[in-house]
């Protein structure tokens, strides 16, 4: 111990008289320890912290499975079927899947929120109590029950200034008075977010429909004694005899079990690993990095070491001193990266999507700091151990009999070389990633979407219940207030439909051609339904290919009709005209229904998001489909920002209970639908930069060092007649071999790797040559540059002066 002392503070005083190379080594560690540190307790929060609920492992989530491929919604036949035949669930509960907007009246501003319908035993099924007040009772979410709701605390505090000031309220939901039981306590922030929490009764919509829509989200909660697998087996089960039952809906569809944390964050799980693979990387550079730095603060140190030795010092004895120095600089690394992942934790939630579904947020808890001094330690072997192995086994009398000047030995500079390739093919493969990661997002971002996002004011009107019941009069009012917008200057052309592109996705439903009826679910072909008032088309500039648009003739009465998509009208009817054909639509009636095509519109992305391929979409009249939801678009010659008051004020004057809500540019949609895919855009480049910043540094220091060893021999080259460029082709002709071996080593892994980024690109191979080509030709240059000064440095080298260094 007494030894142990000594040498770190030796360590300690050495480091102190050299502040530029002891912050140089700190700096550097610190970036890589302090990402890594940031990344692991997000990795932590994903997958290894438990949820904020009671016996968390015994809480699974359930997803409905098509012939394998997954779908998170079940339909409530099937969720009732399961939750009464499986007996090793104790609770099995349903969240609504889309999150619904509730419309809360009766004050002089209306408004809409966001909200969530649960069964009434989910707060057993989490394990969690309310913030104040109580959960719903079983007796609540029976038929006919009282009528009562609960507040999320951020939207009781919000609107009665706490949340024991809201228990007890009535509030004016969708048309219907509701007393506030409870607030939602913080960690019941699950899959989203919501404002105001109902009860399904067992009557509702979403409670009534058929098996063949899946619109709920199940949890449930295993019981004491049985573990995944038993009650898997036992859905199984469940899931033939339902296929045996219901032969038109439930044909090779099963219920998927797994524990609720992997299924919460499984859509970020790649995200996370390839930026968990990039800081990694990082560290690896920073190691490599430092540990050049102390390879050549050993071989300046050959004199010093060797009178150690001379004077009785043992091998171990060197090795503990250099080690010593090397675990101060990595501790001092750690703790500085501590300060740095304290503020990448805030930031990188979100550029993984952790903050959008309820997982644990990061801290920095005593395991992370654990890590942290983990990996510090382990740190300081990597780059320390090497270096130190070295020194201590230098020759006591070549050293102590060299003079000024000793050359480095063939094996430390291979070590060297070595550390160098491997810096320059770890930033091959991170820039290799970040390029093709831009590719793709540039790529995402010159998608056409079939319609004009340009000048075009997006937003939505709910009418709560109990106002405007008669759908004729509610039409009426939609049509009204159009025609109010249209009349505004500067607007140039209003349409109206039930969910926008990009906006609002999914609401598909089975379509087919009368004479090519589907045999079973397996041969369902899916349609995306929308319910249109006229002029919805010019507003959005979609164009019509073929027949006309919804017009006011289509009305309640008159025969059904609908626009159908291209995609729609080639996949139903191959090789023929479809106006006039006949198209049966499954609506959720006992029999589907036979609607005419009288209009083919473009193809149009959005249904699943921007960067999914066009899928078969259908347009029917409003008229012959009410809804008390509706989406505007504006199309308008003035910044759309400008008419976000003006349209309040029309829909407050002709409806003061009827909110519009949610007023937004499409453009300001269609970047907010890739933010993630930006924003980890930016945060691979910016680590890829890092990364490359690290290595040219490294290179250039090799470089450097280099030319110092080889001082005499270059001068002694110049004063036999080698002229500037031999001199610049030997330095860099050495670095071209470093960088060589580390852009093939790159390339190779690159290429390895190329499965772990294939999900994250849209339409870029992960194998895509110009990227491979652009990131080796960019990485060479840079390279170049680092090699430059050393170059121009040894071609400077005065004969005379060099040859007096020996």
């Known amino acids: 111990m007494a030894n142990f002392l000594l040498d770190f503070k030796h360590a300690a005083r050495r480091l102190r008289r050299s502040p530029g190379f002891t912050s140089a080594a700190v700096l550097t560690l610190a970036l890589g320890i302090g990402a890594n540190t940031a990344m692991f307790s997000i990795i932590r929060a994903a997958f290894l912290k438990p949820l904020p609920f009671h016996d968390p492992e015994r ?17 409530a036949p099937d969720y009732f079927d399961y939750r009464e035949q499986t007996a090793g669930l104790e609770t099995l509960s349903a969240v609504t899947w889309a999150s619904p907007r ?92 919501a404002a105001i929490v109902v009860p399904f009764r067992r009557g509702d919509d979403l409670m009534t429909e058929p098996r063949r829509f899946h619109n709920l989200l199940l949890m449930g909660r ?13 859905a199984d089960v469940i ?17 998927l079990l797994q524990p609720l944390q992997t299924a919460l964050v499984a859509d970020e799980r790649s995200g996370l690993i390839l930026l968990m693979a990039s800081v990694g990387m990082v560290l690896l550079i920073a190691c ?6 102390f390879l050549a603060r050993g071989a300046a140190r050959r004199s010093e070491l060797a009178i150690h030795t001379a004077l009785g010092a043992s091998r171990g004895r060197i090795v503990a001193q250099l080690m010593a120095e090397s675990g101060i600089i990595s501790l001092a690394a750690g703790a500085s990266g501590v300060l740095l992942a304290s503020f990448l934790k805030e930031a990188l939630p979100a550029v993984t999507g952790l903050d959008a579904i309820g997982a644990p947020a990061p801290t920095l808890d005593w395991q992370v700091l654990l890590f942290t001094i983990a990996i510090s330690v382990m740190t300081g072997v990597a780059f320390g151990l090497v270096p130190a192995l070295r020194a201590a086994s230098w020759n006591v009398a070549r050293h102590l009999a060299s003079g000024t000047r000793t050359s480095e030995t063939l094996a430390g500079m291979r070590l060297r070389t070595t550390l160098v390739a491997c810096q320059v093919a770890v930033s ?43 759908p004729a009069e509610r039409a009426r009012f939609f049509e009204d207030l159009r025609d109010d917008i249209a009349a505004v200057p500067g607007v140039k052309a209003v349409g109206f439909i039930n969910s926008l592109p990009i906006r609002n996705s999914g609401n598909n439903v089975p379509v087919w051609a009368p004479e090519h009826p589907p045999q079973s679910s397996s041969d369902w072909q899916m349609a995306f339904q929308r319910s249109v008032l006229p002029g919805y088309f010019d507003a959005m500039r979609i164009p019509l290919l073929a027949g006309r648009d919804i017009s006011a003739r289509d009305a309640a009465g008159s025969p059904k009709v609908l626009v159908a998509s291209e995609q729609m009208a080639r996949t139903l009817f191959p090789g023929r005209n479809a106006l006039g054909q006949v198209v049966m639509v499954d609506t ?71 909110p519009v809500q949610d007023l937004r540019s499409m453009e300001h949609i269609i970047t907010a639908s890739i933010s993630n895919q930006q924003v980890t855009v930016l945060t691979l480049s910016m680590f890829s930069l890092v990364s490359l910043l690290l290595a040219s540094v490294g290179l250039y220091g090799v470089m450097a060092y280099y030319v110092q060893q080889r001082t005499f021999e270059i001068g002694l080259r110049i004063s036999l007649g080698a002229g500037t460029r031999d001199v610049a082709r030997l330095v860099l002709g050495r670095a071209a071999v470093m960088v060589s071996i580390g852009l093939g080593s790159g390339l190779v892994c690159a ?53 007096r260094m020996q």
């Open 288 to 293: 490599g990095n430092v540990g050049g730095l």
């Open 588 to 658: 959720g009636e006992a029999q589907a229904m036979p609607f005419e095509i009288v209009g083919v519109a473009g193809d149009i992305r959005g249904g699943d998001g921007i960067s999914a391929a066009p899928r078969m979409m259908m347009y029917r009249s409003y008229r012959q489909v009410p809804s008390p939801v509706m989406r505007f678009a504006v199309r308008t010659g003035l910044k759309p920002e400008a008419l976000v008051q003006t349209i309040r004020r029309l829909v407050l004057g002709r409806a003061r209970d009827i």
């Open 59 to 75: 809480i699974i989530f359930a997803s409905t499975t098509f012939s394998g491929s997954l779908n998170p919604g079940s339909s």
């Open 222 to 234: 295993l019981k004491p004694g049985y573990t995944l697998q038993q009650v898997q087996r036992q």
């Open 428 to 470: 091959f493969l991170l820039l290799a990633g970040s390029g093709l990661l831009i590719r793709s997002f540039i790529r995402i971002s010159a998608v056409n979407p079939g319609f004009d996002t340009r000048n075009l004011l997006t937003g939505e009107i709910v009418i709560p219940g109990g106002h405007l019941p008669d």
């Open 751 to 803: 290429l390895g790797f190329a499965r772990l980024i294939r999900e994250l690109l849209y339409e870029t191979a992960p194998t895509d040559p110009i990227t491979l080509a652009g990131v080796s030709g960019f990485l060479a240059v840079i390279c170049f540059v680092a090699c430059a000064v050393p170059a121009w440095r040894a071609s400077r080298i005065q004969p005379l002066q060099a040859l």
């Open 102 to 193: 509730f419309t809360v009246t009766g004050s002089e501003q209306p408004e809409l929120v966001t909200g969530l319908q649960i069964t009434t035993d989910l707060a057993r099924t989490l394990g969690i109590s309310p913030a104040a007040g109580r959960w719903f009772t079983a007796d609540e979410g029976k038929d006919g029950g009282p009528p009562v709701l609960m507040l999320s605390r951020e939207y009781a505090v919000r609107r009665f200034g706490g949340a024991r000031q809201a228990l007890g309220k009535v509030l004016i939901v969708n048309g219907a008075a509701g007393t506030v039981v409870g607030v939602l306590p913080p960690e019941f922030r699950l899959i989203r977010e």
């Open 239 to 255: 899931s033939v005899r339902l296929q045996k039952a219901y032969p038109d809906s439930n044909v090779d569809k099963a219920l």
